[in-house]
């Protein structure tokens, strides 16, 4: 097991270095001179002059490189952001823990919602109960979650007054008042995947209900509800396990949205920002950041995948 | 023809509403100039953030200006954009998947390049590519095209590999058909099904994606209506006019679901084993 996940960590190395190399040329795609746009057009040559070594771009492209890369890999060093005045790194320290937390929760509720609702659907198969899941779960994938945030702050928050109409409260200032300043935000962000899982895990656990190992499991006296999550459920896990870990990035993604609708601090503000003010720096530290957890999400899923089903080999 | 369709409504209920739902909602939409609508841009001082009234019927916004008329021409806008993004990345996703489904020395070199482009999560991929090349409508579309090829050229490349392999592809070729006649005439008009499947729904995630990004403030720029901007100022003013939010919101969710619902139904239609529900 150790040896598998570390000869898959090692695949990763490739991606990884392509990843920071697109991080890094980003600032070089940009059509016209980045430290003119970045200065702004009306800048004073001295300024530009300025931001341009500053950014480094007045040396050779080789040069730059290896400085990216030396910085990257021995000071964990990002640059620094223009529009916070702040290291890229500080900023992302600051803002990316949230939108994780935000992400993960919205998982771990869409991973709950969708399998039960999904397993429902497929053990009521053809009933009126599959048809509402079905219906509901087809609304679910076409509304923007951004706009069913705004409906329910607007009913939940504002209207009703249950929860806060945006804003974030740290844990350590109480759990109820972290959990609430959370909730409309999370079920805005977990809708999308809740579906979607959904269908996932009623398509898959209704192919394996088909086997003939489930018909013998009911044969020989299991009972419905344990025919369902052992038999059932346990050997329909793949394709949903890889569901939800392509929806970790997808919630990454919707995430900067959502912030956006109830004003959380997290990365969506920040990367919004950044693409106004053109802070390239922050841009590029920002994606490096992203396509890195993302490869490490893919790396768990395929982890799982093995720890969850014995017949897909080590090798 | 009557006959077939009567079979397909019967078959397939939830694929006929789809198909009604979309056709009625492009027509409402791309024919907007014909319905005698108030000019979406024109500001009505004396009515600003009126509800909905005879005059106008969904209310109007911060400028008085007809929120029917924007919610309108906003789904034109969003429709024209879905669209302009599934041919630009069916085309491009056509090129790439057949040439690395063909030539298998391109296959490496495509495949991996098109696989760094997965590696990013959607929307911030393409906010990453309108970093380089800018804000506005036009750079998200050429964005979002960008960001959904890899999904449409690992679909032609798969269909490409097992129709290569096809006894009329090696007949075609044992006849003296060159590479070019042989993917272009033999396999590719069998091989282009699940493409045409998977554009369908690349026109509905694009539609969400653009909303998105559009109500962040990075897409289509006011005052021009897009769905998303129009709903990024809708929230500015939940308080005092709330029914701003329900029609934009609602006009995606429609759009979106049509395209979901005819997509699933051709699904069905051209790979009778996929059924599902």
């Known amino acids: 097991m150790f040896r598998y996940v570390l000869a898959r960590a090692v695949q990763m190395l490739p991606l990884l270095a392509v990843i920071s190399f697109l991080s890094f040329v980003l600032i070089h795609l940009v059509p016209g001179d980045p430290a003119v746009i970045m200065a702004g057009m009306q800048a004073p040559d001295s300024v530009i002059e300025q931001v341009r070594q500053e950014m480094g771009l007045d040396r050779p492209f080789h040069t730059q490189v290896l400085d990216w890369y030396q910085a990257l890999v021995i000071r964990g060093d990002l640059g620094r952001s223009y529009f916070f005045h702040a290291p890229v790194t500080q900023a992302l320290a600051e803002r990316l823990p949230f939108t994780l937390t935000l992400a993960a929760l919205s998982m771990l509720v869409a991973t709950i919602v969708g399998v039960t609702l999904g397993s429902i659907a497929a053990s009521a198969a053809g009933t009126f109960l599959d048809r509402a899941i079905l219906v509901m779960s087809l609304v679910g994938i076409a509304m923007p979650g951004f706009w069913v945030g705004l409906v329910m702050m607007f009913y939940f928050a504002v209207d009703l007054g249950w929860f806060p109409t945006g804003g974030y409260t740290p844990p350590i200032e109480g759990v109820v008042p972290w959990l609430r300043s959370l909730a409309l935000p999370v079920f805005s962000l977990a809708l999308l995947e809740s579906a979607l899982i959904t269908r996932m895990t009623r398509a898959s656990l209704l192919d394996v209900l088909g086997e003939d190992y489930i018909r013998t499991a009911h044969a020989k006296g299991v009972g419905h509800r344990r025919v369902l999550t052992r038999h059932g459920l346990r050997n329909s896990l793949i394709p949903i396990i890889t569901i939800v870990g392509t929806s970790f990035g997808n919630m990454i993604g919707g995430a900067v949205i959502i912030e956006m609708v109830f004003s959380l601090p997290g990365i969506g503000r920040l990367v919004t920002m950044a693409i106004l003010s053109r802070d390239y720096p922050l841009i590029q530290g920002t994606m490096l950041v992203i396509g890195i957890i993302y490869v490490v999400v893919n790396l768990i899923v395929d982890v799982l995948y093995v720890a969850v089903d014995p017949r897909i080999s080590y090798a | ?277």
């Not at chain 2, 990345?89 to 020395?105: C, E, M, T």
């Not at chain 2, 590719?188 to 653009?210: C, E, H, R, S, T």
């Not at chain 2, 990075?218 to 769905?227: A, D, E, I, Q």
């Open chain 2, 1 to 277: 023809m009557t006959a077939r369709l009567t079979k397909f409504a019967r078959q397939r209920p939830t694929g006929l509403v789809g198909i009604v739902l979309l056709v009625g909602l492009v027509v409402a939409s791309v024919g907007a100039p014909l319905w005698g609508l108030a000019d979406p841009l024109e500001s009505d001082y004396l009515s600003m953030l009126s509800p909905p009234a005879a005059d106008h019927v969904l209310g109007t916004d911060q400028y008085g200006r007809d929120l029917l008329t924007r919610v309108i021409y906003g789904a034109r806008l969003s429709l024209g954009i879905g669209a302009s993004v599934m041919t630009l990345a069916a085309l491009a996703g056509l090129v790439l998947g057949s040439l690395a489904g063909y030539f298998s020395r391109l296959d490496g070199p495509i495949m991996r390049g098109l696989d760094v482009l997965m590696a990013f999560p959607a929307i911030l991929l393409a906010i990453a590519i309108m970093a380089i090349l800018g804000t506005g409508a036009r750079n998200g579309v050429i964005a979002l095209a960008i960001v959904y090829t890899p999904r449409c050229a690992r679909i032609v490349r798969a269909s490409v590999l097992s129709v290569r392999q096809r006894t009329f592809v090696e007949a075609g070729q044992a006849l003296g058909a060159g590479d070019a006649r042989s993917l272009g005439i033999h396999i590719l008009p069998n091989a282009i099904g699940p493409l045409v499947v998977q554009m369908i729904f690349v026109f509905a995630y694009a539609i969400l994606a653009d909303a998105g990004l559009s109500f962040i403030g990075v897409g289509t720029p006011p005052p021009t209506p897009s769905l998303g901007n129009i709903l990024a100022e809708a929230r500015d003013y939940l308080m005092v006019a709330p029914w701003l939010m329900w029609w934009p919101g609602a006009a995606i969710a429609a759009i979106v679901l049509a395209l979901n619902l005819c997509g699933d139904a051709l699904r069905e239609v051209m790979d009778p084993r996929q059924r599902s529900g």
